[in-house]
């Protein structure tokens, strides 16, 4: 999400404690009665006055310390901290953030409001660039989204040249999803535009706030954070699409969807399709309410109902009752992770590995036009998505997460769905993981293994090796977990009988798997891993797959936008997927219009295996460790924060993380008029590229 009035700041590099002293009229603010009480009750706002209301509340000390204090506690188990401080080649100069540096910043830091301090301590972390270890606070992230009617796309010409664009297909987008404040807009168009918001639809964009529209853009991923690659956080300012599990979704990219009320308007100056001079106008951003939200009167009902812990923000002792009285669907977790709902027995028995943003997932329609009109093939079910293209050999699958209320329902819908299309005749693949944010790590395995069927890059392992940290906390629950037996359930993650060693061989239920720790000195730093851990997902998890390949992999290609992982997006165990299929099997990989002149990665965060506070709260509480100095206390505040737990080894370079190991797209597909977010479009260019 991008703030335009952070654009010369961030290109300038000053940091936000030297930018917050232009925070917008906060002596105004305070001296307001209750810039809340304002907006109760209103869906819409101007975004200033949701600011407003933001900026009046003070930081409360007590509540600063703790959630600094999780947050340090919490990275303990981060497995990239140390990594993170300077990324190698070829990531060298996107990844580069010490972190415990500067939460100490932070610490001493004073700040105008608590929502001051919130931004600052988010977009710290969002400079490691990993949509994995993010902190959200939903007391204000997605509280007010902004929104424009426009959103942008980059466009290829017929000459190759490459313009910003107002989507095509902008005003059927904003009308469907914005009726109510479509007329605001229309009236905010002047004179011959007035009324007239659908003569936007494909104008070519001149200038965003008097700038070259790329200042935007690159301002934007330098603070969007999620993705190693500077072109996927560029491609995350355009809009895209994704299979969700109830239909076809619309992602209005970071011009046009801000997940804090940061700007009031947008100067932009275009060219409309078929006019010859240039227009400019101001057009405001307007914010609404989460539909999640609990009402609220003034400040102090604000704050009561939606800023401090809930049910699930912290862990539970797995044996105690309470601790399965929470529904996953229910806990602060499942609100930020780009999956959707999974069932408590999933929850529970199935790991996962899955991209977090501030943003909810998206339920914008895609337009119907740009939906595929072709018949899903039998096996389609909810995020998996299935088509014969019309030439009566390529198959489509539309994967849209590695997530489904069923882990069993979504792993028979892979197969089932895949041999109906080879049934019909298909002998060639487009696998489209556009903005798949992850899921399950054993869905993204089991895919990989029945495309390519059993060898050795498939049977036992089609992922990746991986290791977790071993830091001191870490040490002292496996010990605890194997020495008094605290998880007869195994239901714990440090549970040694969890995991198999290098040699695919089950840990005892007594063995101390940490011990002895691998130290290493990662940018000058020591650190110190637990041994290498190997496959995890075969047998138990995968059934029975077809003993021999469904698809050649010369017949097979990936195409995403390398983001959330959004231009498309492919993150997580997506990620996971498409870096086994491209390095171990050599399948070509596409990217959906990405900057010519910016080098495009096929997927974005790569982990191994993601998870939160509130699961490792749960490890600790169940080791009966919490008084533990090392232990971090419960969450104060309705927060939520992420890490990697598990690091996957490289492929190409087995001893070193595949995390900052290069990616590149065979092809940055270029986007038109006449295909731009319509996904047969895509898919059969790309069958004509790759398969004639």
């Given at each position: 999400?991008?703030s335009?009035?952070?654009?010369?700041?961030?290109?300038?590099?000053?940091?936000l404690?030297?930018?917050?002293s232009?925070?917008?009229?906060?002596?105004?603010v305070?001296?307001?009665?209750d810039p809340?009480?304002a907006i109760?009750g209103?869906?819409w706002v101007?975004?200033?006055?949701?600011?407003?209301?933001?900026k009046s509340?003070?930081?409360?000390?007590?509540l600063?310390?703790?959630?600094l204090?999780?947050v340090?506690?919490?990275?303990?188990f981060h497995?990239?901290?140390?990594y993170q401080?300077?990324?190698?080649a070829?990531f060298?100069n996107?990844?580069?953030?010490?972190?415990?540096?500067?939460?100490?910043?932070?610490?001493s830091q004073?700040y105008?409001s608590?929502?001051?301090l919130?931004?600052d301590?988010?977009?710290?972390l969002?400079?490691?660039n990993?949509?994995h270890?993010?902190w959200?606070?939903?007391?204000?992230d997605?509280f007010?989204t902004?929104?424009?009617?426009?959103p942008?796309v980059?466009?290829?010409?017929?000459?190759?040249?490459?313009?910003?664009?107002?989507?095509?297909?902008?005003?059927?987008?904003?009308?469907?999803?914005?009726?109510?404040?479509?007329d605001?807009?229309?009236?905010?168009?002047?004179?011959?535009l007035?009324?007239?918001l659908k003569a936007?639809?494909?104008?070519?964009?001149?200038?965003?706030?008097?700038r070259?529209?790329?200042?935007?853009?690159?301002?934007?991923?330098?603070?969007t954070?999620?993705?190693?690659?500077?072109?996927?956080?560029q491609n995350?300012?355009?809009?895209?699409?994704?299979?969700?599990?109830?239909?076809?979704?619309y992602?209005m990219?970071?011009f046009?969807?801000?997940?804090?009320?940061?700007d009031?308007?947008v100067?932009?100056?275009?060219?409309?399709?078929?006019?010859?001079?240039?227009?400019t106008?101001v057009l405001?951003y307007?914010?609404?309410?989460?539909?999640?939200?609990?009402?609220?009167?003034?400040?102090?009902?604000?704050?009561?109902?939606?800023?401090?812990?809930v049910?699930?923000?912290n862990g539970a002792?797995?044996?105690?009752a309470?601790?399965?009285s929470?529904?996953?669907?229910?806990r602060?977790?499942?609100?930020?992770?780009?999956?959707?709902?999974?069932?408590?027995?999933?929850a529970?028995k199935h790991?996962?590995?899955?991209?977090?943003?501030?943003?909810?997932?998206?339920?914008?329609?895609?337009p119907?036009?740009?939906?595929?009109?072709?018949?899903?093939?039998?096996?389609?079910?909810?995020?998996?998505?299935?088509y014969?293209?019309?030439?009566?050999?390529?198959g489509?699958?539309a994967?849209?997460?590695?997530?489904?209320?069923?882990?069993?329902?979504?792993q028979?819908?892979?197969?089932n769905?895949?041999?109906?299309l080879?049934?019909?005749?298909?002998?060639?693949?487009v696998?489209?993981?556009?903005?798949?944010?992850?899921?399950f790590?054993?869905?993204a395995?089991?895919?990989?293994?029945?495309?390519?069927?059993?060898?050795?890059?498939?049977v036992?392992?089609?992922g990746?090796?991986?290791?977790?940290?071993?830091?001191?906390?870490?040490?002292?629950?496996?010990k605890q977990?194997t020495?008094?037996?605290l998880?007869?359930?195994?239901q714990?993650?440090?549970?040694?009988?969890?995991?198999?060693n290098?040699?695919?061989?089950f840990f005892?239920?007594?063995?101390?798997?940490l011990q002895?720790?691998?130290?290493?000195?990662?940018?000058?730093r020591?650190d110190?891993?637990?041994?290498?851990?190997?496959?995890?997902?075969?047998?138990e998890?995968f059934?029975?797959p077809?003993d021999?390949?469904?698809?050649a992999?010369d017949?097979?290609?990936?195409?995403s936008?390398g983001?959330r992982?959004?231009?498309?997006?492919?993150a997580?165990?997506?990620?996971?997927?498409s870096?086994?299929m491209?390095?171990e099997e050599?399948?070509?990989?596409?990217v959906?219009?990405?900057?010519?002149?910016?080098?495009?990665?096929?997927?974005?965060?790569?982990g191994?295996?993601s998870?939160?506070?509130?699961t490792?709260?749960?490890e600790?509480?169940?080791?009966?460790?919490?008084?533990?100095?090392?232990?971090?206390p419960d969450?104060l505040?309705?927060g939520?924060?992420g890490?990697t737990?598990?690091?996957?080894?490289g492929?190409q370079?087995?001893?070193?993380?595949?995390?900052?190991?290069?990616?590149p797209?065979?092809?940055n597909?270029?986007l038109?008029?006449s295909?731009?977010n319509?996904?047969?479009?895509?898919?059969?260019?790309?069958?004509s590229r790759?398969f004639?």
């Amino acid at each position: 999400m991008i703030s335009f009035s952070w654009i010369v700041l961030a290109v300038s590099g000053l940091s936000l404690s030297a930018a917050s002293s232009f925070s917008d009229d906060a002596s105004l603010v305070s001296r307001a009665p209750d810039p809340c009480a304002a907006i109760a009750g209103q869906k819409w706002v101007a975004p200033k006055d949701a600011r407003a209301c933001f900026k009046s509340i003070q930081v409360d000390q007590t509540l600063k310390t703790n959630i600094l204090d999780v947050v340090n506690k919490t990275l303990a188990f981060h497995t990239s901290v140390n990594y993170q401080i300077q990324a190698p080649a070829p990531f060298n100069n996107d990844v580069h953030e010490d972190l415990l540096k500067d939460l100490a910043r932070i610490k001493s830091q004073r700040y105008a409001s608590d929502y001051d301090l919130h931004i600052d301590l988010s977009r710290t972390l969002k400079r490691l660039n990993d949509g994995h270890c993010v902190w959200i606070n939903r007391c204000f992230d997605s509280f007010y989204t902004n929104f424009l009617p426009i959103p942008l796309v980059l466009l290829t010409e017929k000459d190759g040249s490459q313009n910003v664009h107002i989507a095509p297909e902008a005003f059927d987008v904003a009308t469907a999803e914005f009726p109510d404040q479509i007329d605001v807009w229309q009236n905010a168009l002047p004179f011959g535009l007035k009324g007239n918001l659908k003569a936007l639809n494909g104008a070519k964009v001149l200038l965003i706030n008097g700038r070259p529209p790329f200042d935007a853009v690159n301002a934007n991923a330098l603070i969007t954070g999620s993705f190693q690659s500077f072109g996927t956080r560029q491609n995350s300012f355009f809009s895209s699409y994704n299979r969700a599990a109830t239909g076809w979704n619309y992602i209005m990219g970071n011009f046009a969807q801000q997940s804090l009320p940061l700007d009031d308007n947008v100067l932009l100056t275009i060219v409309r399709s078929g006019k010859i001079l240039p227009e400019t106008f101001v057009l405001p951003y307007r914010s609404r309410i989460s539909a999640t939200a609990v009402p609220f009167t003034d400040k102090a009902s604000f704050l009561a109902g939606n800023c401090k812990a809930v049910a699930g923000t912290n862990g539970a002792d797995v044996n105690a009752a309470s601790a399965l009285s929470i529904d996953p669907a229910e806990r602060p977790l499942a609100k930020v992770q780009q999956q959707p709902p999974i069932s408590a027995q999933d929850a529970r028995k199935h790991m996962v590995n899955v991209f977090m943003d501030a943003a909810p997932l998206s339920n914008v329609v895609l337009p119907p036009g740009l939906q595929p009109a072709l018949p899903a093939v039998n096996g389609s079910r909810t995020v998996a998505q299935f088509y014969m293209l019309k030439d009566g050999k390529t198959g489509a699958l539309a994967l849209g997460s590695f997530s489904d209320n069923s882990f069993t329902g979504l792993q028979n819908s892979l197969l089932n769905g895949l041999l109906s299309l080879k049934s019909q005749g298909a002998t060639q693949l487009v696998v489209d993981v556009s903005n798949n944010g992850g899921g399950f790590i054993c869905i993204a395995h089991w895919l990989h293994r029945i495309i390519i069927g059993p060898k050795d890059t498939t049977v036992p392992q089609a992922g990746l090796d991986t290791k977790t940290r071993a830091g001191p906390l870490a040490q002292l629950i496996v010990k605890q977990i194997t020495e008094q037996n605290l998880d007869p359930q195994g239901q714990l993650v440090f549970n040694p009988i969890q995991w198999r060693n290098a040699s695919n061989v089950f840990f005892a239920a007594g063995q101390d798997w940490l011990q002895p720790p691998v130290e290493l000195t990662i940018n000058g730093r020591s650190d110190a891993f637990s041994q290498r851990i190997g496959q995890e997902c075969q047998p138990e998890s995968f059934g029975i797959p077809p003993d021999t390949a469904l698809f050649a992999p010369d017949k097979v290609v990936i195409v995403s936008n390398g983001r959330r992982v959004v231009s498309l997006k492919c993150a997580s165990s997506c990620s996971l997927f498409s870096i086994t299929m491209a390095k171990e099997e050599g399948v070509k990989t596409v990217v959906l219009g990405g900057k010519k002149d910016t080098k495009q990665e096929y997927c974005g965060t790569v982990g191994g295996q993601s998870t939160d506070f509130s699961t490792m709260d749960t490890e600790i509480k169940t080791a009966q460790l919490k008084d533990n100095a090392l232990a971090p206390p419960d969450l104060l505040v309705n927060g939520v924060q992420g890490i990697t737990w598990r690091l996957g080894f490289g492929i190409q370079n087995k001893e070193e993380p595949e995390e900052w190991q290069d990616h590149p797209a065979d092809l940055n597909l270029p986007l038109t008029l006449s295909n731009v977010n319509n996904p047969v479009a895509i898919w059969e260019d790309l069958a004509s590229r790759f398969f004639s």
